[in-house]
Structures are given as structure tokens and as C-alpha cells.
Nanobody
Framework: QVQLVESGGGLVQPGGSLRLSCAAS????????MGWYRQAPGKQRELVAS???????NYADSVKGRFTISRDNAKNTGYLQMNSLKPEDTAVYYC????????????????WGQGTLVTVSS
């Protein structure tokens, strides 16, 4: 019923920038927390950044000062601005959202996007 669609991934040179988007659609009353995760080949999925409904943010140490998470509540969309990209940032990036529906405004549900590949290479 609720879907997240990520976009904005691609190939970028070291030092470059990309902006990922995560658009939510479906039976949504409110989106609470949103988060970006990434999974590199052979590694576990890790949290990159998260943002609450009150726009408090949290970042992994490895991306602090380089990545910025934001959201547009009117569009039910989250963003991840990635600057000064490094080869070690190469991964599939996933968006996750916790939300409530019009039918049950008090129960948090969770949904993941399908992922978007970011490759940092010269």
C-alpha cells in the first residue's frame, strides 16, 4: 500500500556530489522517521543518516560533514545530499520510512525502498 522509490544514484568521481531522493506514495497519514542506509558488497547494511518528523538528524561518523539528510513533508519525500564522495561510499543506498495510515493513525509501520546504486570511481 505504501511504496518508497529512490532515485539519484549513479557513477561519480571521487570528490563529486550526488543527491538521492526517496519519494513515498500510498495510504499515508504521516511519515515519522526517515532513514538512509547503505550496503556495500560483502558487508552488512548500515545506517548512514536519519531524520525525525521534528527534523532532528543523526549521521554515521563516516559521513558527518559530507552528507546532509533532509525532508519535504508536503511532498512525502526525503533527500540525501552527498558531497566529497569517496570510493568507500560505493554501495546500494536504501531509504526506510516509518509511517502511519489513515486507517490506523497510532500504529507505526515500516517500509523500505528498492535501493539505488552509488558508485564512486575514477
Amino acid at each position: 500500500q505504501v511504496q518508497l522509490v529512490e532515485s539519484g544514484g549513479g557513477l561519480v568521481q571521487p570528490g563529486g556530489s550526488l543527491r538521492l531522493s526517496c519519494a513515498a506514495s500510498g495510504n499515508i497519514f504521516s511519515i515519522n522517521d526517515m532513514g538512509w542506509y547503505r550496503q556495500a558488497p560483502g558487508k552488512q547494511r548500515e545506517l548512514v543518516a536519519s531524520i525525525t518528523s521534528g527534523t532532528s538528524t543523526n549521521y554515521a561518523d563516516s559521513v558527518k560533514g559530507r552528507f546532509t539528510i533532509s525532508r519535504d513533508n508536503a511532498k512525502n519525500t526525503g533527500y540525501l545530499q552527498m558531497n566529497s564522495l569517496k570510493p568507500e561510499d560505493t554501495a546500494v543506498y536504501y531509504c526506510k520510512a516509518r509511517y502511519t495510515t489513515w486507517g490506523d493513525r497510532y500504529r507505526n509501520l515500516e517500509v523500505w525502498g528498492q535501493g539505488t546504486l552509488v558508485t564512486v570511481s575514477s
